[in-house]
């Protein structure tokens, strides 16, 4: 089922399903920006990735000895979802683990998800909390999709990242999914980074160090679309699939493997890790254009 809340400047839709964040329409501009999910391209709008952000070396993990199979970014996304609230300015989530999810990941735990309304944009918090009786080991990661307007091609569109002039990315094994060792350095003009399909052909662009905390989605001549606010998160993607009308803009805490990766889950690098009875809280902004 799908909920729908509003202000002045917004309609957002959120789903049970997954939690997902289908639609986020800008009265004032006449366009939804959440890419609309045509599975000619790419089925979803803006899955959740937990319990782990991107692949695990083979698709598996180990975590106190026991080896876990688990798919590409989890199975929160593929969830249905309880609403605990909904009021005219934010809906909440929850999903608990059960026998489901411990066949795939041993740990108990509930993960909320809310999505909260701004005067000009939206929150989205998540709150992880360890429900179990020991040390639970996670990555969590958002995978927005966002609609590029009147689509003929990528190099009509840019985005911004304010303060950087280089952007180092991780060069990805497209056979495992998981990270290299090499660097690619992209200089920035000006902090922007041109969009074109080329840039996408090795996959996601993926960027470690906190390197982004702000970006404007753009036109080529400057106009923007909407920004995405994203501070305190170690980790990055950029993403697309060739001709299609979307990019996404993805802040995670944790990444896939590094490529040959076979350690213990807790020893993984960028491992986010909570005590029995506490919670991780995260949240990150998206605001539309003035």
Known sequence: MKHTIENERIILTIDDHGAELTGLYDKNNSR???WGADPKFWKRHA????????????????????A??????????D?????IS????????????????????PYDFALDVTHEMLDSGIKVIWDVKNTGDETMYFTIGG?????????KQKEDFQV?????????????????????????????????LPLSDDLFAEDALVLDDGQVTEAVLQTADGQDIIKIVT???????????????????????????????????????????????EVFHKEYEIYLPK
Not at 79 to 83: C, I, N, P, V
Not at 86 to 105: A, K, N
Not at 251 to 276: A, Q
């Open 79 to 83: 969830r249905d979802f309880q609403l």
């Open 86 to 105: 909904e009021d005219p300015s934010r809906i909440r989530h929850r999903l608990v683990s059960d026998s489901q999810t411990h066949e795939s990941y």
């Open 68 to 77: 876990y199979h688990i798919g590409q970014h989890g199975f929160a996304r």
């Open 160 to 192: 911004c990242i304010p303060d950087r002039a280089v952007l180092e990315c991780k060069k990805l094994n497209l056979e495992t999914g998981t990270a290299l060792a090499d660097i690619t350095e992209i200089p920035l003009k000006d902090h922007i």
């Open 47 to 66: 899955p959740i990735l937990f319990p782990n952000v991107g692949k695990h070396n083979g698709l598996e993990y180990r975590t106190d000895g026991k």
């Open 231 to 277: 501070e305190n998160f170690p980790n990055y993607g950029i993403w697309s699939v060739k001709d299609a009308p979307f990019v996404c803009l993805e802040p995670w805490c944790g990444r896939c493997d590094d490529y040959s990766f076979n350690g213990e889950l807790k020893d993984k690098k960028g491992i986010n890790s909570v005590k029995p009875g």
């Open 32 to 34: 939804e920006l959440v």
């Open 143 to 151: 995978h927005p999709a966002f609609n590029l307007p009147d689509y």
